[in-house]
């Protein structure tokens, strides 16, 4: 286990870098922070000689800290709440890209980790990456068999570099925990915890094959929009290879209407396929950037690297849809509800209170385009409500908030005027019906007294366990109960108190004289 002290150098090291390109100041001036994390920060600024003037260079000084602190500074994009608005908008430009690894490098990770030479997997495969990120980099290849892949390949050592920062990672969020108040209620523990589970699926490239492949499942029957094929007998660990797609980045606006696709009929598409995977199937690709999506020759939109991946419950997708379409309708008193329902909000405050608080931050936003909206305004309001009404942190909804934003970035580029609101309401309304309609209510209730019928012999057995029939061995009979020595109340406590001095003793002269 790493010392205390080996987190504080590492956290100091890392603090200097922070406090030089100013991205401690929203600490430092946040009255809601804790008194010593503050006064913490304040130092590391005088230790820098940094003033107090100038625009914080989150994304720089994430960047220059290495790549854990990269994947780290693109989490916490995700949690305005807990670094600032300025910080999580900076950090949202996070580019994950790093100087390439020389190819020597790539091909002995791929022959080491297949246990063969790289020509009896591939015929070809290009020297120069296509990309280079903080945890892979991925070259264009051609298989033996003669078909165009993708090969994703772990960087050398990257898994223990990633470790011993998490490790730190955590210990430091432990810390400020500690410290309680508003750091125990955004509950950064659990924002490392889910961080950490990210990145281990990020750090075995089998996982994030298999995520592509549970997608594509899902998706099979969604128009418009698919997953790349993934060639299982040339994936593992460290290596993962994926069909190749030739496609224009969806960001490329100028070049997709040039090729006469139908931007608008784009957007919705993926505003609609994003909905099907979140709410319908419960597992939704979570980076979804402009990188990661491309559009083929018939508008067909694919979406590659999945290592960073979505899920939540049936329950909490009917509370999120219903949360959803109370939102895009103005029903703000069944969306309070449901908070309550899901204990969101404990339940010493009021529903109707809770209620009129959304009422302010829904209302200016119903009706009006994207483009007419202050997304900055709105998560103000949204988390003034969450500290007003003492609201934990809920890690499965910040991770799909984000993806949220990052989707309507998307559309509302293909289509200024598209209105998410009303563009997701008849999905979410239709999903509804089915959900919690007379028929699923009875599909559901008839599930579960089914299950419930088929649990009962196992719980029989069970209870047949726990009390035998008499017969076989005898039981032993009663034994009585004989003080121990050293027990409290015996009167010979003495021995005890004797023994531990005499192994006192002996382990200070083992101690002075291998000293």
Do not use: C
Not at 170 to 195: C, H, K
Not at 280 to 288: C, E, T, V, Y
Request: aromatic share 6%; proline share 6%; charged share 25%.
């Amino acid at each position: 286990m790493t010392s205390a002290a080996v987190h504080l150098a590492r956290l100091a090291r890392w603090g200097v870098t922070l406090a030089r390109r100013r991205a401690l100041v929203g600490i430092e001036n946040d009255p809601n922070a804790p008194l010593a994390l503050r006064q913490l920060v304040r130092l590391a600024r005088l230790a820098t000689l940094t003033g107090k003037r100038g625009k914080p260079d989150y994304a720089g000084a994430f960047r220059a800290i290495g790549p854990a602190a990269i994947k780290l500074g693109q989490s916490l994009a995700t949690r305005p709440d807990l670094v600032g608005e300025e910080a999580a908008s900076n950090l949202l430009s996070l580019q994950d890209s790093l100087p390439p690894v020389p190819f020597a490098e790539i091909r002995k990770v791929i022959e080491q980790s297949f246990g063969q030479p790289l020509e009896a997997l591939f015929a070809e495969i290009e020297p120069e990456p296509v990309g280079a990120a903080s945890i892979a980099q991925v070259h264009k290849g051609i298989t033996s068999d003669g078909r165009k892949v993708a090969v994703k390949v772990l960087r050398p050592g990257i898994r223990e570099k990633f470790a011993r920062d998490i490790a730190t990672y955590e210990w430091a969020a432990a810390q400020l925990e500690a410290m309680g108040g508003e750091a125990a209620r955004l509950r950064p523990r659990l924002t490392i915890a889910n961080f950490k589970r990210w990145t281990n699926s990020e750090l075995d490239l089998r996982r994030e094959a298999a995520s592509a492949s549970e997608l594509a499942e899902q998706m099979a029957g969604v128009p418009g929009y698919r997953i790349p094929a993934v060639d299982w007998d040339r994936t593992n660990g460290r290596v993962m290879t994926i069909e190749w797609i030739d496609g224009i980045k969806i960001s490329r606006i100028d070049e997709l209407r040039a090729r006469g696709h139908d931007l608008p009929a784009i957007a919705e598409r993926l505003v609609i396929s994003f909905l099907t995977q979140a709410i319908s199937a419960g597992f939704f690709h979570a980076d979804m950037h402009q990188g990661n999506l491309f559009v083929e020759d018939d508008g067909t939109i694919v979406a590659i690297d999945f290592g960073i991946m979505g899920r939540i419950d049936r329950r909490a997708r009917q509370w999120l849809a219903e949360i959803l379409y109370g939102l895009t309708t103005g029903d703000y008193q069944r969306v309070a509800e449901i908070h309550f329902e899901a204990q969101y909000v404990p339940s010493y405050h009021s529903v109707g209170e809770f209620a009129t608080a959304l009422r302010a931050v829904g209302e200016p936003m119903r009706g009006k385009p994207v483009k007419e909206l202050s997304v900055g305004q709105m998560l103000d309001g949204l988390f003034a409500i969450t500290r007003d009404f003492d609201m934990q942190t809920q890690p499965h909804l910040l991770l799909l908030q984000k993806t949220m934003v990052m989707v309507e970035g998307i559309a509302t580029q293909l289509n200024p005027d598209i209105n998410m609101w009303d563009t997701a309401a008849p999905y979410v309304r239709s999903w509804l019906r089915d959900e919690l309609g007379p028929e699923a209510a009875l599909a559901d209730r008839l599930k579960q007294d089914a299950e419930t019928l088929l649990r009962l012999p196992g719980l029989i057995r069970r209870i047949e366990e726990m009390f035998p029939p008499k017969g076989g061995a005898p039981e032993p009979p009663p034994l009585p109960e004989i003080p121990l020595l050293g027990a409290q109340g015996t009167g010979s406590g003495w021995l005890g108190y004797l023994l531990a001095a005499g192994l006192g003793a002996g382990a200070a002269w083992a101690a002075l004289a291998l000293g």
